[in-house]
């Protein structure tokens, strides 16, 4: 692994996440340069799929990189005491069991809380810490039909849809790394850490957003309305010449712009289209106009004439062809890593640039124990104690 570099380098993280929530919120701090130690299960390294799927599949190296790995019994007293050791030495413990399981182990919050009053907790569960579900086991598509995803998701009338992204997982896990950063920054003034929550239930409600605050506010029940844009007509998908493109076409100065530069001046003065109100009323019978203007070019052709025009819009890519676009080329989006046995690979790189400390793609993910004997040198075993931890199943 390169020297930690970036923003988080001083700080200390114990992982103890599985699957993808948690993870997601780690690989956050582990990116920004923290010192991240995965604490797993011996039985991580005796091969097999564990929670997460396999350790060499895609999902898994992408998830864990810039990592060290330590395997360790918390079921055995002498592997929670090491535990508990690292949490003396730790500024943040990153956790994902369910309530009820951290508490039978011994490494909830108020038993960390008394061996290390600075430490940073985060915590992910399916519903809460407490309440009426907080036992219930979490699972992102649940959380996507709780939290009123599936219900706005799909064609009219379809049934509910679930996202093609786990999104409930990967928005709680950026949510609770926003949370522990800022414990972090409150802590340079009170001296103490605290309890950070989240859970996929509480993270969907919040990435509704103006949906909810459709029901909030104004109390409508968003419906689905597939690739219509819910309130900012028209949005949608056109199909074209050759496929199908997104157009935004909403908002007055926007909407006259696109009839000018698609030759559509009948829409332009037709008064059923002349407000967003009655665009919006006659959605149907407007998306029907604007198609029989769009399949007259390729989507090469009508992207690069709405774009000069100042029209958003943009084509709309399988997953491999996102990342041969030149656009998400120039900014990097897929990093390099070298992996001791799959080789060079790539993995989803930072989102977010900053100009003089940015974040870095260090190392592969570690295999199971990887760096046991290194980091257990720095609570003072040496080789031979290791190899003997490892033999008595400690590690």
């Known amino acids: 692994m390169s020297e930690r570099k970036g923003p ?7 992982d103890l996440t599985r699957v993808r929530a948690g993870p997601t919120a780690v690989r956050q701090l582990a990116d920004w340069g923290a010192d991240v130690i995965k604490v797993e299960d011996p039985a991580a390294g005796t091969g097999g799929d564990g929670l997460g799927g396999p350790r060499l599949g895609s999902d898994f190296q992408n998830l864990h990189r810039n990592k060290r790995s330590l395997t360790l019994n918390l079921k055995d007293s002498e592997g929670l005491g090491i535990f508990k050791r690292l949490v003396g030495w730790a500024d943040v413990v990153v956790e994902n ?46 959380a996507q039909g709780m939290g009123g995803l ?58 509704l957003d103006f949906q909810a605050a459709r029901w909030l506010i104004g109390k409508e029940v968003p419906p689905q309305a ?8 028209p949005t949608g998908v056109f199909r074209t010449k050759d496929g199908y493109i997104n157009i935004a076409a909403s908002g007055q100065a926007i909407w006259e712009r696109f009839c000018q530069a698609a030759g559509g001046e009948a829409l332009l003065v037709n008064p059923d289209y002349a407000t967003g109100g009655g665009r919006s009323k006659h959605r149907d019978r407007l998306n029907a106009d604007i198609d029989a203007l769009i399949a007259a070019r390729t989507s090469t052709e009508w992207i690069e004439l709405l774009n000069e025009a100042g029209v958003p819009c943009g084509p709309i890519y399988k997953v491999d062809e996102v990342f041969a676009d030149p656009q998400v080329r120039h900014m990097r989006m897929a990093a390099p ?15 977010v640039k900053m100009s003089r400390t940015p974040s870095e793609i ?34």
């Open 8 to 14: 988080l380098s001083r700080f200390k993280v114990l």
């Open 150 to 207: 599936m219900s706005i998701t799909g064609m009219p009338g379809q049934g509910p849809v679930r996202a093609g992204i786990a999104v409930a997982d990967s928005a709680s896990g950026i949510y609770l790394s926003f949370g522990i950063l800022a414990a972090l920054l409150e802590r340079e003034v009170s001296g103490e850490g605290q309890w950070v929550q989240t859970s996929l239930l509480q993270a969907q409600i919040a990435m």
């Open 97 to 142: 069991y369910r309530p009820d399981v951290k508490r039978r182990l011994g490494i909830d919050y108020e038993t960390l809380k008394a061996i290390n009053p600075r430490i940073v907790y985060g915590s992910i569960s399916g519903y809460g810490q407490d309440g009426p579900y907080y036992l219930r086991p979490g699972f992102d598509q649940i």
């Open 337 to 351: 890593v070298k992996h001791p046995s799959l080789g060079e690979i790539e993995v989803v790189n930072q989102p």
């Open 226 to 233: 597939g690739n219509n844009h819910p309130t900012s007509i």
């Open 362 to 395: 260090r190392s592969a993910t570690p295999d199971a124990g990887e760096h046991n004997a290194e980091i257990l040198a720095t609570l003072g075993y040496d080789a031979a104690a290791v190899a003997d931890l490892k033999r008595r199943g400690v590690l």
